[in-house]
């Protein structure tokens, strides 16, 4: 409670900081795709179609072992956010980073602008309400985008995140087959050269119980560093990560090499 009083604090004053020297248009208008992190040796580790009744024994699970995760969020899908509001603002203060899956969870392809607009912008508004600021990393259903969605995506801010290794849990439902999705997608990759991003879903409970601990053991065994998005990225000095905004861009744009670019954007 006390940590995220003080988060909120510092927050509210970086949001005044950064609404007074906000500077827009730093990103190209088509959204980038990653399927990879860009820092060699990181590993983020993505759970996609939250939130729902197993993240809470997770987030008990990784801040327990000071470990740290991406969460891309639905608006209503297996659950339905304004349920799990405590839950989202406990995910955001512990430093998890958080992202949009879109409002519910339909093929941004299949829609017109106007729909799919809405998709996106239905969700910021929920977040603005629960944390007070909205994600710039978004993961599209099923992985789906083509040039209108990526389009839209760019004018909107955000990053689009795929994955390169998919633990295809999903479909299994099943940890010896989840792991070997993930020894083959591993086999002969070299830490010193690349970094990877992973796909689960916080829905099922074998994902949650005995999945995510085995992945966490072997990505470090392996010789990758388990991170967030923006800092496998290399968008987020670890230090700070929670806290890059806006204002930490500009500055660090001049002073920092780059290493702070905004994770979320004040509403
Ligand atoms: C988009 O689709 C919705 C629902 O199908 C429709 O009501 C709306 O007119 C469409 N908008 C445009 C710009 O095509
Ligand atoms: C890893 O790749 C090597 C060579 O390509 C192969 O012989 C080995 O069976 C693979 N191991 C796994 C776990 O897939
Ligand atoms: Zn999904």
Redesign the pocket.
Known sequence: MLLASIFYIFALFISVASALNLEEGQLPKKAEVYYKCVKPGTFAITFDDGPFEYGRGLLEWLNKNKLKATFFYNGEGWGKIENYKDHVRRVFASGHLIGSHTWSHKDLTKLNETEAKEEMTKLENAFKEIIGVRPKYMRPPFGSTDEKTLQLLGELGYYVINWNVDSMDWLYNDLAKEQEQY??AL??TDPKKEGHISLQHEVYKTTVDDLAPWVYKYVKELGYKPVTVAECLGHCNPRNCMLCTARNRQISEKHQKNQDIATYIIL
């Open positions: 020894r083959k086999n002969g």
